[in-house]
């Protein structure tokens, strides 16, 4: 078992970070190492593997042979137990300035286990202004034990100020065949329907597991790209946009509903809950109340977030279906994502002019920079497909 083994199509990144992992045991141990840093970030697209790199880079940070794969620090990482790896994520579309001290207060805490204590921030692109600024004097002057990895789709996206103190560790977008071949070697997957997943997906890892394994999103994939070929007046661009949004919300529903009840469960449990008299119940129910409206409010945004970014892949689905139908109308001998639904592909590149699905690719990237920018979903995915129609 190596560290690495879900970073497919990643040579040159794994040899980087496996580099600096080494470099930090050596620092760790009192020598000098002149190219040895204490904050990475680590870039790359959607599904490239940005999160996992940060994780398997924080399990050889904390293993007593920089990435052995095998030891139990190494095994309590990957697996989110270790007590000197922090891996946060922004509960709902940002993180907030409170949250990014409480962060950074943590963090300057000493290792309990291994020589670094380690943060992986995950979507470091989400930080506010405000929670930048707090965070860049713990970047700029870490705690001695501490090592911080933001991950990030690319180094534009994050504040100059953070990037410009960071090591950067580029990532690309895996090749279809190592993700379909991880697929087949990692989850048993038929080796035609790993090359579908992996190709649909256009190289997200998860997003190519969840295709190959699950008839529902498979199902959601098709709805989604039906909206390309059904808008034919007004009132179907606005049933289509409701069902667009309804289905991204049930999603999100089922994803976050389970998670939602166990948080509510452990703070429940934490406060006393079922402890016996009616006076204790009673001073439970009174210390309760404060934290779990906090809770819910933590809940509603990590709802909020999750809808939009199930709504984000959907508009990435349909980009590339107007990406195919481009590469046919100018004749291009590029491989097609959606190739499965070629005789779709080919009446609209008939029915329509290169100018028209120009329009109509430029029209979704301007309905993920309003999703992006907080902008209602039923009008970002109502005004999305009445461009679409009149395009």
Same mark, same amino acid.
């Given at each position: 078992?190596?560290?690495?083994?879900?970073?497919?199509?990643?040579?040159?990144?794994?040899?980087?970070?496996?580099?600096?992992?080494?470099?930090?045991?050596?620092?760790?141990?009192?020598?000098?190492?002149?190219?040895?840093?204490?904050?990475?970030?680590?870039?790359?697209?959607?599904?490239?593997?940005?999160?996992?790199?940060?994780? +398997?880079?924080?399990?050889?940070?904390?293993?007593?042979? +920089?990435?052995?794969?095998?030891?139990?620090?190494?095994?309590?990482?990957?697996?989110?137990?270790?007590?000197?790896?922090?891996?946060?994520?922004?509960?709902?579309?940002?993180?907030?300035?409170?949250?990014?001290?409480?962060?950074?207060?943590?963090?300057?805490?000493?290792?309990?286990?291994?020589?670094?204590?380690?943060?992986?921030?995950?979507?470091?692109?989400?930080?506010?202004?405000?929670?930048?600024?707090?965070?860049?004097?713990?970047?700029?002057?870490?705690?001695?034990?501490?090592?911080?990895?933001?991950?990030?789709?690319?180094?534009?996206?994050?504040?100059?100020?953070?990037?410009?103190?960071?090591?950067?560790?580029?990532?690309?977008?895996?090749?279809?065949?190592?993700?379909?071949?991880?697929?087949?070697?990692?989850?048993?997957?038929?080796?035609?329907?790993?090359?579908?997943?992996?190709?649909?997906?256009?190289?997200?890892?998860?997003?190519?597991?969840?295709?190959?394994?699950?008839?529902?999103?498979?199902?959601?994939?098709?709805?989604?790209?039906?909206?390309?070929?059904?808008?034919?007046?007004?009132?179907?661009?606005?049933?289509?946009?409701?069902?667009?949004?309804?289905?991204?919300?049930?999603?999100?529903?089922?994803?976050?509903?389970?998670?939602?009840?166990?948080?509510?469960?452990?703070?429940?449990?934490?406060?006393? +809950?079922?402890?016996?008299?009616?006076?204790?119940?009673?001073?439970?129910?009174?210390?309760?109340?404060?934290?779990?409206?906090?809770?819910?409010?933590?809940?509603?945004?990590?709802?909020?977030?999750?809808?939009?970014?199930?709504?984000?892949?959907?508009?990435?689905?349909?980009?590339?279906?107007?990406?195919?139908?481009?590469?046919?109308?100018?004749?291009?001998?590029?491989?097609?994502?959606?190739?499965?639904?070629?005789?779709?592909?080919?009446?609209?590149?008939?029915?329509?002019?290169?100018?028209?699905?120009?329009?109509?690719?430029?029209?979704?990237?301007?309905?993920?920079?309003?999703?992006?920018?907080?902008?209602?979903?039923?009008?970002?995915?109502?005004?999305?497909?009445?461009?679409?129609?009149?395009?």
């Amino acid at each position: 078992m190596s560290l690495w083994d879900e970073l497919v199509g990643q040579e040159v990144a794994v040899a980087t970070l496996s580099q600096a992992a080494a470099e930090a045991l050596r620092a760790a141990a009192g020598d000098h190492i002149a190219s040895f840093s204490q904050a990475y970030l680590i870039t790359g697209p959607p599904g490239s593997g940005r999160s996992n790199a940060g994780l +398997a880079f924080a399990a050889a940070l904390v293993c007593p042979q +920089a990435g052995c794969g095998e030891c139990d620090q190494c095994a309590a990482a990957l697996r989110g137990s270790h007590p000197d790896v922090e891996r946060v994520a922004p509960a709902g579309l940002s993180y907030g300035v409170a949250d990014t001290r409480d962060l950074v207060m943590r963090a300057a805490t000493a290792p309990m286990r291994g020589p670094w204590h380690v943060v992986v921030m995950e979507d470091a692109d989400r930080l506010t202004e405000q929670a930048t600024n707090a965070l860049l004097k713990a970047i700029e002057e870490p705690s001695e034990r501490t090592v911080w990895v933001l991950c990030a789709p690319s180094t534009e996206d994050v504040l100059a100020t953070i990037r410009s103190r960071c090591r950067h560790v580029a990532l690309r977008t895996p090749p279809t065949e190592a993700v379909a071949q991880l697929l087949e070697q990692r989850d048993g997957i038929d080796p035609a329907l790993a090359t579908f997943a992996a190709r649909a997906a256009m190289g997200h890892i998860g997003r190519a597991r969840a295709l190959a394994l699950d008839d529902t999103s498979r199902m959601r994939r098709h709805e989604i790209l039906k909206v390309a070929t059904t808008l034919e007046n007004l009132p179907s661009a606005f049933m289509a946009a409701a069902g667009v949004v309804e289905a991204a919300t049930d999603d999100a529903r089922i994803e976050t509903d389970a998670r939602d009840l166990e948080e509510r469960d452990d703070m429940m449990t934490a406060f006393g +809950a079922g402890a016996e008299g009616k006076g204790v119940r009673q001073s439970i129910q009174r210390g309760a109340s404060s934290a779990i409206k906090e809770l819910e409010q933590r809940q509603r945004a990590r709802r909020t977030r999750t809808v939009r970014d199930r709504l984000d892949i959907a508009m990435v689905d349909l980009l590339a279906f107007y990406r195919d139908v481009l590469v046919l109308q100018f004749g291009s001998s590029g491989d097609l994502v959606h190739a499965e639904m070629r005789p779709a592909l080919e009446a609209l590149a008939a029915s329509s002019t290169p100018v028209q699905t120009r329009r109509r690719m430029e029209a979704i990237v301007r309905a993920r920079a309003a999703l992006e920018a907080a902008g209602a979903p039923q009008l970002v995915l109502e005004s999305l497909a009445v461009d679409l129609l009149s395009a």
